[in-house]
């Protein structure tokens, strides 16, 4: 009886929510045609916004081109990206008007252009115009302490659309990586867009991560030990990785930096007729006059580090590495050596990790021999490689690798990671001749150190001069090139 009174139940709630299947459908409908609606009178709307602001003096319609990057006062190698960037358009269309969208509200216009001056030692031809974003704090990772990715890619969503409603391009291009702008600018903007991508959000080698239950600066050793949230974990990133490969789907043009971020964007992406490897620009030219000769214009060897202060540079590697080859004596007179690690610092997070990399050269008794020179100008990065021995890098999977190749041109022997850019596009032989070494752990570090350190003088003059020939294919020139022959889709 009352497994009868059960069953009646159960049908009478099926047919219920049978019932409410076509009245909901309708709703739902209705709900999407109206959002359809309403986006594309948006869309009119700023279509002829764009008309009256594209309009010059003369009446002639001028073409605006658009760069998204949010932190373009910073001073790592994407920034140098925008720069060159800004360059060869103005080159090759003068009579464009140029929008740069940043949130660095700190400071003006003018002082963005001339800290580009001063650490790239890039000047612009033409005028450019910033858009001032209030909502860059919706980018932050320390805002989404948990679902960061999720929580930054949906903020880049809202800074993007206080973007498009100041200033509505012609051609859109991001820059720096929030690829979830390109569908709003693409079909709500109504622009041409395209995209350069350092680093790809998500990638196959971040799902191995997981999959594997392997610990890393985005994998935290509680999941990890946990195989519950692993697979959690797991299923988030493989739905996020859906998305994104959906938006960036969108871009028109995509650009990439090296053959590792190629490898994942296709993977990704699926865009293989519109995508191209774009190498940063990397100012060679400028450490070509470095002389090539032993250092001795201080005594001892220099060990030099290039890159923002940002976790996955992982700076600890250094100064723990630079430890083990210190209290093991691996190399004679190791008072004699000493380790600085160069880099910009983004905001206060940077900062804080600056101070932290301090404390750890505390806590191993290195500290006096470990200096950091923070957001220092481009002649002073200049002089400290060309007194260096050796220039370090130890990012895993680094998209490219800017102060990689500078290290190179500078004539320092560099000791790069051994996975990503590093070892794929630039530590590679040339002319069957070594140009640099690949590390991956503490030891590998310290043992390769010693190992240079104790080369003679003209072993290491022959990998130095090896290196500097190889790295003319990174030059501003031929970034140029390439850079104006694969946007060229976006401006016919």
């Known amino acids: 009886m009352a497994a009868g009174e059960r069953s009646w139940c159960l049908c009478k709630l099926l047919r219920f929510f049978y019932s409410l299947f076509l009245p909901g459908l309708i709703v739902c409908g209705t709900l999407c045609v109206c959002l359809v609606i309403v986006l594309w009178g948006i869309r009119l709307l700023l279509q002829r916004k764009k008309k009256l602001v594209s309009t010059s003096k003369n009446g002639k319609n001028q073409m605006v081109i658009a760069f998204f990057h949010p932190y373009c006062n910073a001073g ?13 358009l103005q080159k090759k269309y003068p009579e464009a008007v140029y929008v740069v969208y940043t949130g660095d509200v700190n400071v003006n216009g003018q002082q963005i252009l001339e800290g580009a001056f001063r650490r790239f030692n890039i000047r612009l031809i033409h005028p450019v115009q910033f858009v001032f974003l209030r909502k860059r704090y919706l980018v932050e990772d320390s805002l989404y302490p948990h679902f960061t990715l999720l929580g930054q890619s949906l903020g880049s969503i809202f800074l993007g659309w206080e973007a498009l409603m100041q200033c509505v391009p012609d051609v859109y291009i991001d820059s720096m990586g929030y690829t979830f702008t390109l569908p709003l600018f693409k079909y709500i903007g109504g622009c041409q867009v395209g995209s350069y991508v350092h680093y790809p959000t998500i990638s196959t080698d971040m799902l191995s991560v997981v999959k594997n ?9 509680i999941i990890t030990r946990n195989p519950f949230l692993s697979k959690v974990k797991l299923i988030y990133y493989y739905l996020f990785a859906f998305i994104y490969g959906l938006v960036g789907s969108c871009s028109d043009v995509v650009m990439v930096n090296s053959s590792w971020t190629l490898n994942h964007i296709l993977s990704l992406w699926k865009v293989g007729n519109c ?29 030099v580090s290039v890159g923002q202060f940002r976790p996955e540079k992982n700076h600890p590697l250094q100064i723990r590495a630079f430890a083990k080859l210190l209290n ?15 880099g910009g610092c ?4 940077d900062e804080l990790r600056v101070n932290q990399l301090r404390r750890l050269s505390e806590d191993l008794g290195v500290q006096e021999y470990v200096e950091f020179k923070i957001n220092i100008p481009f002649d002073e990065l200049k002089n400290y490689l060309s007194e260096a021995t050796i220039g370090l890098h130890t990012m895993w999977n680094e998209h490219f690798g800017i102060g990689v190749v500078e290290c190179m041109a500078a004539g320092t022997i560099i000791l790069a990671h051994n996975s990503g850019g590093p070892k794929l596009d630039i530590v590679v032989p040339h002319e069957g001749d070594i140009t640099g070494f690949l590390a991956e752990s503490e030891e590998d570090y310290a043992e390769t150190i010693a190992h240079i350190l104790s080369m003679s003088a003209e072993k290491r003059l022959q990998i130095r001069k090896s290196a500097r020939a190889s790295v003319s294919r990174f030059s501003d020139q031929e970034f140029e090139v390439t850079f104006l022959s694969s946007v060229e889709k976006l401006f016919k």
């Open 76 to 88: 790592g190698g994407g920034e140098r990206v925008l720069w060159c960037a800004l360059r060869a």
């Open 213 to 221: 239950q392997n610990i890393g600066f985005n994998n935290a050793a």
């Open 275 to 303: 995508t191209n490897i774009v190498y940063p620009p990397c100012d060679v030219q400028t450490f070509l006059d470095i002389p090539l000769h032993e250092k001795k214009m201080t005594p001892g060897h220099l060990l």
């Open 328 to 342: 093991k004596k691996m190399v004679e007179s190791p008072s004699s050596l000493k380790l600085v690690l160069i």
């Open 346 to 349: 983004r905001n206060k997070d």
